[in-house]
């Protein structure tokens, strides 16, 4: 069967640090990758997706920037935090248009 | 382009009672639909699912969703509510990529 592990579940960093989010999926091959951030009130804001290895769209301009640098591997990064990157994060997989299956997520808090 | 829209951010129901979560979609191309539910500090799980056949689509828990070509909707329904479906539901299409709405607070009151 397919998992799909998303960690850490909970950072706290200070302003002006990195960030490193990692998701990997089993149990499929050449999966659709997503990363959400979800904010209260404005539902899933879609970060960056991925139909293959190196293959990284934006969807929105910001301070964050996505790798994949394994089929099954998603990473999540940012050089310097800013108190606006806060939120909750979600990875995610799906196969073509079929339905999306999330991880736990991280909940990212900057000070 | 696609977008979803949820036209209630917060949607309070008496235990035992019906609700019913509105969701509307557009997209330029043909789409699947899914309605998922988020509990509090968790990721989504897929409540149901329409790809193609029978327009009215049932989870195991009680919910349906009818996909409504002509309206462009994906409404959520349920007859009787209970206390556990307390929660988040997101509609969601996808075309090219999976585009989710802002969501849609179930509370379900004692």
């Known amino acids: 069967s397919q998992t799909i592990h998303q960690w850490p579940a909970t950072l706290v960093q200070p302003v002006g640090s990195p960030l490193s989010l990692e998701c990997t999926v089993e149990?499929?091959?050449?999966?659709?990758l997503y990363w959400y951030r979800q904010a209260a009130g404005r539902g899933l804001q879609l970060l960056f997706y991925?139909?293959?290895?190196?293959?990284i769209s934006s969807e929105v301009p910001q301070n964050l920037s996505a790798s994949r640098p394994q089929d099954r591997q998603f990473i999540l990064s940012s050089k310097k935090l800013l108190l606006s990157d806060s939120g909750f994060y979600l990875c995610?997989?799906?196969?073509?248009?079929?339905?999306?299956?999330f991880g736990q997520g991280t909940r990212l808090t900057v000070v | 382009a696609q977008s979803v829209t949820q036209l209630d951010s917060q949607v309070p129901v008496f235990e035992e009672a019906p609700v019913e979560l509105r969701c509307n979609y557009s997209?330029?191309?043909?789409?699947?639909l899914f309605w998922y539910v988020q509990y509090p500090n968790q990721g989504l799980q897929l409540l149901l699912k329409?790809?193609?056949?029978?327009?009215l689509v049932e989870s195991i828990n009680g919910f349906e969703a009818e996909f409504n070509k002509s309206q462009t909707s994906f409404h959520l329904r349920k007859p009787s509510v209970h206390i556990s479906d307390t929660a988040e539901y997101f509609c969601?299409?996808?075309?090219?990529?999976?585009?989710f709405g802002i969501g849609t607070k179930l509370q379900v009151i004692p």
């Open positions: 149990g499929t091959s050449n999966p659709n």
């Open positions: 997209s330029s191309v043909s789409v699947y």
């Open positions: 969601a299409v996808s075309g090219t990529t999976v585009t």
């Open positions: 991925s139909v293959g290895i190196g293959q």
């Open positions: 329409y790809l193609s056949g029978s327009t």
């Open positions: 995610a997989w799906s196969l073509y248009k079929e339905e999306a299956f």
